[in-house]
């Protein structure tokens, strides 16, 4: 089952935060989140493993709700370069393959 | 370390035509995944090797399609008698045997289909 990223789209004018969420109906061992720009491969960011830690690096956050089966990344004080799609892969315990979801695109302006 | 390659970067085939892609992983991990990207979506798993073995085959993937690692280093995915619905960007990503571990993704090869 394919997990659910919302929102699809958000467009921010740089320094303005933004949070994008990843919600599967069954249970998660893992989420990986990866951005990637037009054209070029996805880049991976940050994991997160079930019990609910938080992770983050620079201004980009994120955090595992084990409760709700949900993800949320935080992306602080927006840079021009975030701008690109995010997605979530999500791996289910003993499933060693990621199911990502469709895809948050984030547009930056100056 | 030079990352995750993939060749072709773009492969143009007539309908019918059968087409080989190659992906050569991090030399230091031992698994390798195939995933299929279309416009506007993330990436669609297709099949992941560890070492030479092949664990795991999505249901959705066609017979037309076949993949093989066979020293456990590169590998190759070929499409038989492509048609035009498998027009793509074909990823490749690889990662370590660690529980869980952080999959890294070539350029792709981007598969058009006329």
């Known amino acids: 089952q394919q997990p659910v990223q919302s929102p699809q789209a958000v467009i921010l004018r740089e320094g303005e935060d933004a949070v994008i969420n990843c919600s599967s109906s069954?249970?998660?061992?893992?989420v990986h989140w990866y951005r990637q720009k037009h054209g070029e491969a996805p880049v991976f960011l940050m994991i997160?493993?079930?019990?609910?830690e938080q992770k983050g690096h620079d201004k980009i956050s994120a955090s595992f709700n084990e409760k709700k089966q949900q993800s949320s990344l935080y992306l602080t004080a927006s840079q021009l370069s975030y701008s690109g799609t995010y997605f979530c892969?999500?791996?289910?315990?003993?499933?060693?393959?990621?199911?990502f979801g469709q895809g948050t695109r984030l547009t930056i302006n100056p | 370390d030079t990352g995750v390659s993939q060749n072709p970067r773009h492969k143009i085939t007539k309908r019918g035509q059968n087409v080989t892609f190659r992906c050569d992983p991090i030399s230091e991990h031992n698994r390798l995944y195939w995933y299929r990207q279309t416009l506007g979506q993330g990436p669609e798993f297709l099949t992941y090797f560890q070492n030479e073995a092949q664990l795991e085959k999505s249901r959705l993937l066609s017979d037309r399609f076949s993949a093989e690692r066979p020293k456990g280093s590169f590998s190759t995915l070929e499409i038989q008698r492509t048609e035009q619905g498998d027009s793509a960007m074909y990823l490749c990503a690889s990662s370590t045997e660690r529980e869980v571990s952080e999959q890294y993704f070539g350029p792709g090869t981007r598969l058009t289909v006329t």
């Open positions: 892969g999500t791996e289910w315990e003993g499933a060693q393959k990621l199911v």
């Open positions: 069954k249970a998660l061992y893992s």
């Open positions: 997160l493993l079930k019990g609910g």
